[in-house]
């Protein structure tokens, strides 16, 4: 049974129960309804997400829909599981359901032809200059190099994976001097877009622990089970992804800008409706790229 093809709408109406999908403390592409488990909940407090699973902000029941669907209408297990079965569907309304899939340019995306295996002298400087390795990266994170010609000259390709698979790529300035910093392929020839994904998801084991950072550099800074969402504005496809590697522990490291912070918190207190351990980690100046080795070690540790 895959419970995300549940449409908890035609549930929730079927059923004659009242719910929200907008208002005040109402999350975007979530449901709320008054909660089952509480004694007495007058105000929608018990959220559904796009995952199908289910929070409550008063009492903390938490879970996904056949626990929801078994207290509703008070029966087993097996009957609830049943009941979730008929509600599903290949097409849900209201909710996601799933926003991560494979279009058919899974076959033909392929990175610049312009792009060099090897990093010219502009890049091994900029690298070496922000205390990386070059040849590591390279080889590590599958980059590739473009000189001076083309939409991509002087960035660095960085390309992103999904279960194993080229899917889209984004490029790093390297002189300090354009408009973007982190250039990426346009949505249309991605197959799925950057800000859908997270760079270095694939590396991430299930149930572990894990470390949200803003950028590529920051992420290569911490390397270990770090995962970037380029840039603060993060979106729920990513919030989704981060769920479904089912982390024991997530820490949240933006930059040290006040609004970064603000975003920090912000995406942690929506992770902790379904996770125990999730904390922010607030920077006195710069970025995680530019943490020295002891407090990199530290944060490693920490995971």
């Not at 109402?26 to 004694?39: A, D, G, R, S, Y």
């Amino acid at each position: 049974m895959n419970i995300e093809n549940f449409n908890p709408i035609k549930y929730l109406e079927e059923k004659q129960i009242e719910y929200r999908t907008s208002g005040k403390n109402v999350t975007k592409n979530w449901l709320e309804i008054n909660c089952p488990f509480c004694n007495d909940d007058p105000s929608f407090h018990c959220g559904i997400s796009p995952q199908r699973l289910f929070n409550c902000h008063i009492c903390g029941e938490k879970g996904d829909v056949v626990k929801l669907v078994k207290q509703i209408e008070s029966c087993s297990w097996y009957i609830a599981k049943d009941i979730v079965e008929q509600f599903s569907e290949d097409i849900t309304v209201g909710l996601k359901k799933d926003s991560i899939r494979y279009s058919s340019k899974i076959d033909r995306l392929n990175l610049p032809k312009i792009s060099l295996s090897l990093p010219c002298l502009i890049h091994k400087n900029y690298l070496i200059k922000r205390n990386f390795d070059p040849d590591y990266l390279t080889k590590k994170y599958k980059l590739k190099f473009c000189y001076n010609i083309g939409e991509w000259k002087f960035r660095i390709i960085i390309p992103f994976f999904l279960d194993g698979k080229l899917i889209t790529w984004t490029g790093l300035d390297v002189t300090g001097k354009a408009e973007i910093k982190y250039k990426h392929l346009a949505n249309e020839k991605s197959v799925v877009p950057v800000k859908k994904i997270l760079y270095n998801i694939d590396s991430i084991p299930q149930n572990s622990s894990m470390v949200v950072v803003e950028g590529v550099t920051d992420k290569w800074r911490i390397e270990k089970n770090c995962v970037a969402t380029m840039g603060i504005q993060y979106t729920e496809e990513q919030v989704e992804m981060i769920l479904k590697k089912n982390p024991k522990k997530v820490i949240v490291l933006f930059d040290s800008e006040p609004k970064a912070i603000s975003m920090a918190y912000k995406l942690a207190n929506q992770l902790s409706l379904f996770i125990k351990d999730v904390s922010v980690i607030e920077l006195d100046d710069g970025d995680p790229c530019d943490l020295n080795i002891d407090k990199i070690k530290e944060i490693r540790d920490m995971i």
